[in-house]
C-alpha cells in the first residue's frame, strides 16, 4: 500500500510501514481512521505523549500533562470534522513515582474530554523506564474531513493563532519562564472539535490539525491532495511570546510560528466562494491551492524553505 506524505525521515518511516503492510492495511495517512458503520462514519485516532519529547515533568503539574497528551489526540478527531465520543489511555510510569500520579494524570485527561464532551472509556497501567501516554480517542463524523480532497482556486485557512507552543519551548530550553499566554497554549491546547464539525458542514474540502508545524503539516495536506499550497506567512495570525522568542532568535515572527509545532490549530480549504461566517474560533485566510505539488512559502513576496519538526531528523 502506498500513501501520500510530505518529506521528511518520521514519514519515510511511515511509509516504509505501510509498504509493509500492503493490502492488510486500510485507509492510512489521513488524522484518523475512517471506519463505515452502520449509516455513519467512526474516527478513530492514537497519539503517544512521551517525558522528554513531548513534554518536562519540570515544566508542567501531572494534570497539564494528561490535559495535553489527551488534547493532542483529540485534535485528530477535529481534523476529521467528528465529534468525540470516548478516550482511552494507556499510561506507562517508573516505578519509584508517587502513587498518586497516574490519579492526577487522568484528572486531566477527563477535564479534556468533558470540554468536547467526551468521557473516559478506560485504559492500561503499566511500569516501564519513563513516564508515557499512549491516548486513543474514538468520534464520530456525518461527514468526515480527509487530507484529500483540496482542489485549485479553493483558499487555505488556519484557526486560532500559530507558534505560541513552540515560543513557551524556546523559553523554556534557554531557561527562562514562557510568557504566560505561550505557557497556556503549550500545556492546556484546545481541541478544535466544534470547529472541524463547522468546517464539515460549511463545505470544507481537506483539513489537517497542527501538530507538527505549519512548514511540516501543509506538505501532508498538498500530497494527499494531490496540489501546491501557496501561503503567505505575513498573513500569519502570530500567537503570544512569539515577536520576544523570534527577536531573541533573530527570525521573523511568522517563521517561527509557521516551524513551531503543538498548537493544535486546524488547517483546511474552503472553495472561494464559501465565506466562513459563524466559525466558533477566529479564522484566517492565509494562502490558496493551485496546481502542481508541494508547498511554497511566501513572506514579504519571497520564497523560503522552512523544516518543521520531524522525531527522525
Known amino acids: ?20 503492510l500492503g493490502a492488510r492495511a486500510r485507509g492510512l495517512g489521513d488524522d484518523c481512521a475512517l471506519v463505515e458503520l452502520g449509516a455513519g462514519t467512526v474516527a ?39 465529534s468525540a465520543r470516548g478516550v482511552l489511555v494507556a499510561i506507562t510510569l517508573p516505578r519509584d513515582d508517587p502513587a498518586e500520579l497516574p490519579a492526577e494524570l487522568m484528572a486531566g485527561v477527563g477535564a479534556v474530554a468533558d470540554s468536547v464532551g467526551a468521557a473516559v472509556w478506560g485504559g492500561d497501567l503499566t511500569a516501564g523506564p519513563v513516564l508515557s501516554l499512549a491516548v486513543t480517542v474514538v ?14 482556486g479553493d483558499r487555505l485557512w488556519v484557526s486560532g493563532t500559530l507558534g505560541g507552543a513552540r515560543a513557551a519551548l524556546l523559553a523554556w530550553l534557554d531557561g527562562r519562564d514562557p510568557d504566560p499566554g505561550a505557557r497556556a497554549r503549550f500545556a492546556r491546547p484546545e481541541p478544535r472539535t466544534g470547529l472541524g464539525q463547522w468546517a464539515a458542514a460549511a463545505g470544507a474540502t481537506a483539513a489537517i490539525d497542527l501538530s507538527d508545524g505549519l512548514a511540516g503539516d501543509a506538505g501532508h ?3 494527499a491532495s494531490g496540489v501546491r499550497l501557496v501561503v503567505e506567512l505575513d498573513r500569519l495570525p502570530v500567537g503570544p511570546g512569539v515577536a520576544r522568542e523570534a527577536a531573541s ?65
Open 139 to 152: 468520534g464520530e463524523a456525518s461527514r468526515p474531513l480527509r487530507r484529500g480532497g483540496a482542489s485549485p
Open 44 to 82: 478513530l485516532s492514537v497519539d503517544a505523549s512521551v517525558d522528554g519529547v513531548h513534554f518536562r515533568r519540570d515544566w508542567l503539574a501531572p494534570r497539564e500533562i494528561g490535559w495535553r497528551a489527551a488534547a493532542g489526540a483529540l485534535s485528530d478527531l477535529a481534523a476529521a470534522g467528528a
Open 1 to 20: 500500500m502506498s500513501i501520500s506524505l510530505g518529506p521528511g525521515a518520521e514519514f519515510d518511516r511511515i511509509r516504509a510501514i505501510a509498504a509493509t
Open 221 to 223: 495536506l498538498a500530497a
Open 249 to 313: 532568535a533573530g527570525e521573523p515572527p511568522p517563521t517561527l510560528a509557521a516551524r513551531g509545532g503543538e498548537d493544535y490549530e486546524l488547517l483546511f480549504t474552503l472553495p472561494a466562494e464559501v465565506e466562513p461566517t459563524g466559525a466558533p474560533v477566529p479564522l484566517t485566510a492565509i494562502g490558496r491551492v493551485e496546481r502542481g505539488e508541494g508547498v511554497r512559502l511566501v513572506l514579504e513576496g519571497t520564497d523560503v524553505t522552512l523544516q518543521s519538526f520531524d522525531h527522525f531528523r
